[in-house]
Structure formats: structure tokens, C-alpha cells
């Protein structure tokens, strides 16, 4: 595996197999990795014939300055990792390496409906920061395919739209969430969660499955009610929503309509820590 520090490294390195039209995959992440991170790679070594993961704390899509000062970073580990699951290059650039011209003034993405909700409306400006930083490592990489996972489900609706409005080539695949033999959704954030804490987290799962099990009794302003009460009483101490929503716009939805793709998603903090999850539920 290669480990590239500079923009112009990896653009040059990354030349010849597009010149002999060889195929890459990009996975972004921040790192803490962890196996749902590692599924991701997994999945574009299958598909391509180069993988790229980027390992970049982006500061820019931090809305809140404790969650960025306590973002977990174990780089040694990370590359251990990496070295085990063959990615073929790992991209770890420097802050001024992305923003060359500093973060102030960066631009600002016209992304509509899908940034005003959820993630969007309780971390003003994070879709932002995640656009300004997918737009520079999409330019600098230009892989055939970007690799997110459903966990982020909202921030893969925002890159499609980034896609979209840019016009960049990449196609962007949606991957499976990988979770802990309870059912917690695998996150770097886990590895902030004490013991007592950890055990409780697995209730924003169990919320969810209560959801898909029940949103055919149940009428959908009662449920979404039974899940907030559900999770604090677990422990937690705010959830910031726990929604059934159209899975193509995010749009609310307050009952039941056919032929419409519903997800549930909900997004909790326990001492702290800020987690966030979802699944399809029909
Ligand atoms: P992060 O490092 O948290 O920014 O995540 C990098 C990528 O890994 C994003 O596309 C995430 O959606 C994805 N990811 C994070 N957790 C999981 C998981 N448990 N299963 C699958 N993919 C994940």
C-alpha cells in the first residue's frame, strides 16, 4: 500500500491507470477505522482495479468545536488496518494541503430541500463542510466510484446532489451498515462511549427495528412519540429526531402511503456522544 501525502502525488500516481483505462475506487473516511469502513474497501477492491481510502478530519464539516477537538484519530492503527485489507493507496493529506487558501470563505453549495432537514438542521453548515471537502477530494482522486455506507444516509443523498450540480463523473455506491453483534451501527463515535454507556447505545437500534416492526399498527405521530420516550428511557439524554421519512427525498411522512420506500432514522446523544442511525423499513 502507498501512502500519499500530496495532492500531486496521488493525481500523477493515479495517471497511468487511468491512461490504461484500469478503474478506481474511492472510499473517504475519517478515519478511527473500524469494519464498517473496512466493508466499504472491500466492496471497491472487488469492483476496481485500484482502491484509494483517504483518511482527512475535515474541519470544515464540524459544526461543533468539542465533537471536533474529541474526534478520535489512531492513524497507526488505521494504517495496520489498511495494510491487512489491501487498499492499494491510502490519501492522508494535511489540512493545507485540501484548503490551500485556509477555510474561510469557501463556497457555498446550492443543495436545497435535503440540507434544511434532519443532520442539516440540527449542524448548521455540516453538509457544507462535507460538499467543500467530497468536491476537493473528488477532484484530486477522479475515481469510476465514491464508496459510502447507508449509516450516513442523508450525507449519501447530499453527495449524490453534489454529483448532480458539479457535474463530476463518479458514480457513487451505496454500501450495507455494519454493526456490532447487538445491532449498534459500527462508528468511530463508539470508541467515546464508556462501558455502561455502550450498553445503552444499542437501544437507537432496537428503536429502530420497534419502527419496522410496528409502522403498520401503529399511527406514525405515535411512533415516532414511542420511540423518543423508548430512547430516553434507555439513558440518552436528547434525540434529536426519530422520523419516518421518504428514503428517495427524506420528506416526513405521517402515514401510511403505498408504493412509497420509507426509512426511519434517528439521531440521540448519550453522555456526550452523538449517534446516528437508520434503516429501510419496508
Ligand atoms: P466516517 O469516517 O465516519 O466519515 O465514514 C466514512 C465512510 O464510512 C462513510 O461513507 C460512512 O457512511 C461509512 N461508514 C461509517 N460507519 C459505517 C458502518 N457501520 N457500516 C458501513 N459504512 C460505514
Same mark, same amino acid.
Given at each position: 500500500?502507498?501512502?500519499?501525502?500530496?495532492?500531486?502525488?496521488?493525481?500523477?500516481?493515479?495517471?497511468?491507470?487511468?491512461?490504461?483505462?484500469?478503474?478506481?475506487?474511492?472510499?473517504?473516511?475519517?478515519?478511527?477505522?473500524?469494519?464498517?469502513?473496512?466493508?466499504?474497501?472491500?466492496?471497491?477492491?472487488?469492483?476496481?482495479?485500484?482502491?484509494?481510502?483517504?483518511?482527512?478530519?475535515?474541519?470544515?464539516?464540524?459544526?461543533?468545536?468539542?465533537?471536533?477537538?474529541?474526534?478520535?484519530?489512531?492513524?497507526?492503527?488505521?494504517?495496520? $488496518? /489498511?495494510?491487512?485489507?489491501?487498499?492499494?493507496?491510502?490519501?492522508?493529506? +494535511?489540512? &493545507?494541503?485540501?484548503? =490551500? %487558501? !485556509?477555510?474561510?470563505?469557501?463556497?457555498?453549495?446550492?443543495?436545497?430541500?435535503?440540507?434544511?432537514?434532519?443532520?442539516?438542521?440540527?449542524?448548521?453548515?455540516?453538509?457544507?463542510?462535507?460538499?467543500?471537502?467530497?468536491?476537493?477530494?473528488?477532484?484530486?482522486?477522479?475515481?469510476?466510484?465514491?464508496?459510502?455506507?447507508?449509516?450516513?444516509?442523508?450525507?449519501?443523498?447530499?453527495?449524490?446532489? $453534489? /454529483?448532480?450540480?458539479?457535474?463530476?463523473?463518479?458514480?457513487?455506491?451505496? +454500501?450495507? &451498515?455494519?454493526?456490532? =453483534? %447487538? !445491532?449498534?451501527?459500527?462508528?468511530?463515535?463508539?470508541?467515546?462511549?464508556?462501558?455502561?454507556?455502550?450498553?445503552?447505545?444499542?437501544?437507537?437500534?432496537?428503536?429502530?427495528?420497534?419502527?419496522?416492526?410496528?409502522?403498520?399498527?401503529?399511527?406514525?405521530?405515535?411512533?415516532?412519540?414511542?420511540?423518543?420516550?423508548?430512547?430516553?428511557?434507555?439513558?440518552?439524554?436528547?434525540?434529536?429526531?426519530?422520523?419516518?421519512?421518504?428514503?428517495?427525498?427524506?420528506?416526513?411522512?405521517?402515514?401510511?402511503?403505498?408504493?412509497?420506500?420509507?426509512?426511519?432514522?434517528?439521531?440521540?446523544?448519550?453522555?456526550?456522544?452523538?449517534?446516528?442511525?437508520?434503516?429501510?423499513?419496508?
Amino acid at each position: 500500500m502507498l501512502l500519499i501525502k500530496k495532492a500531486v502525488t496521488i493525481a500523477s500516481k493515479l495517471l497511468s491507470s487511468k491512461k490504461n483505462a484500469k478503474s478506481i475506487g474511492f472510499v473517504p473516511t475519517m478515519g478511527a477505522l473500524h469494519e464498517g469502513h473496512i466493508s466499504l474497501i472491500n466492496l471497491s477492491e472487488q469492483e476496481n482495479d485500484t482502491t484509494v481510502c483517504s483518511i482527512f478530519i475535515n474541519p470544515t464539516q464540524f459544526n461543533d468545536a468539542i465533537d471536533f477537538e474529541k474526534y478520535p484519530v489512531t492513524i497507526e492503527k488505521d494504517i495496520l $488496518l /489498511l495494510l491487512q485489507n489491501s487498499a492499494d493507496i491510502l490519501f492522508f493529506p +494535511s489540512v &493545507t494541503e485540501i484548503y =490551500a %487558501d !485556509g477555510i474561510q470563505n469557501l463556497a457555498h453549495y446550492n443543495l436545497g430541500y435535503i440540507e434544511t432537514i434532519l443532520e442539516g438542521a440540527h449542524r448548521p453548515g455540516h453538509f457544507q463542510g462535507v460538499c467543500q471537502v467530497v468536491y476537493r477530494l473528488l477532484n484530486i482522486v477522479q475515481p469510476d466510484k465514491i464508496y459510502v455506507g447507508q449509516k450516513d444516509y442523508q450525507q449519501y443523498l447530499i453527495i449524490k446532489k $453534489l /454529483l448532480q450540480i458539479t457535474g463530476l463523473k463518479s458514480t457513487i455506491v451505496l +454500501s450495507t &451498515t455494519l454493526r456490532e =453483534a %447487538d !445491532g449498534l451501527a459500527m462508528s468511530s463515535r463508539n470508541m467515546r462511549l464508556n462501558n455502561n454507556d455502550r450498553k445503552k447505545a444499542v437501544s437507537i437500534f432496537d428503536t429502530l427495528l420497534f419502527i419496522k416492526h410496528n409502522y403498520q399498527n401503529i399511527d406514525f405521530q405515535i411512533l415516532k412519540q414511542q420511540a423518543v420516550k423508548k430512547i430516553m428511557e434507555a439513558g440518552f439524554e436528547k434525540v434529536d429526531y426519530a422520523e419516518i421519512a421518504n428514503a428517495e427525498t427524506l420528506e416526513p411522512v405521517n402515514s401510511l402511503a403505498k408504493n412509497l420506500k420509507l426509512i426511519a432514522l434517528i439521531a440521540a446523544t448519550i453522555n456526550g456522544v452523538r449517534l446516528i442511525d437508520n434503516i429501510l423499513i419496508n
